[in-house]
């Protein structure tokens, strides 16, 4: 419950100095975990900057490198910079960018600072330099292909680059459909998201969609359970800014 969280965090917060390493980072890990799991029930900028929180306080401990390694987690660090976009952070995700990249294993550090400088990029709206830096990643795994084929999507779209798309889009559906190594429920978040995005180059190419722009806001309001989906309800409001 949320009374259990906030009396957790307070007491934790007030003893946290005096508390032993490994309990330390196990109340760090369940508080990170509560607003993971609010965050998915509603995506709220309340559990966005709660978590936060919890992250600065994951890495001014250094609770990462408890796991018997001095490294931070590929999938961590990631989330972690992230979240700092989610809150509007950018000054601050630079400085976790430059103050722990050196905490990723050695053999991840180019392709992880090629896909965060991607990432930052794309957040200071420099879409062309953020492309630039998805181009220097080199890696099969899973983790990065799959953030780093829907930014670069993303990228094309804000340029407005629609046949660099189209033939972008049918190759994720390619990578999608034959992906042994991705779940049934994250095809399906891919496949989602590649939906909604035909349907913004629709209106970009002043096609006839099925639904207004409000009625298409509504359903994925409904139904948000999709990769980046707070991107495409981003451009779907700025098209709805823009008729009126």
Known sequence: SEEHYNNLKKYALSNFDHLHESLQKATIVYLINYCTRKLKR???YKYKLELNKNFKLYLKYKLYKLTG??????????????NFFAVGKITEAIKFLED???????????????????????EKKDFGESLKHASMIKSNTSLYKDKVKL????NHYELGNFDIAKELSNN???YLTENRHMTDLQK???MMFLHYYGILWKIFDEKAIKVTLNGLRKEIGENN????SEWVISKIDELINKSK
């Open 225 to 228: 359970r999709f990769s980046e």
């Open 100 to 122: 722990n990249i050196e905490s990723i294993q050695p053999s991840h550090r180019k392709n992880m600072t090629a896909i965060a400088n991607a990432l930052l990029q794309f």
């Open 188 to 190: 399906e978040k891919g």
């Open 42 to 44: 509603n995506n709220s």
């Open 172 to 174: 994720y559906r390619s």
């Open 69 to 82: 390694e001095n490294f931070i987690r590929s999938d961590i660090f990631i989330t972690i910079l992230s």
């Open 151 to 154: 930014l670069i999507l993303k």
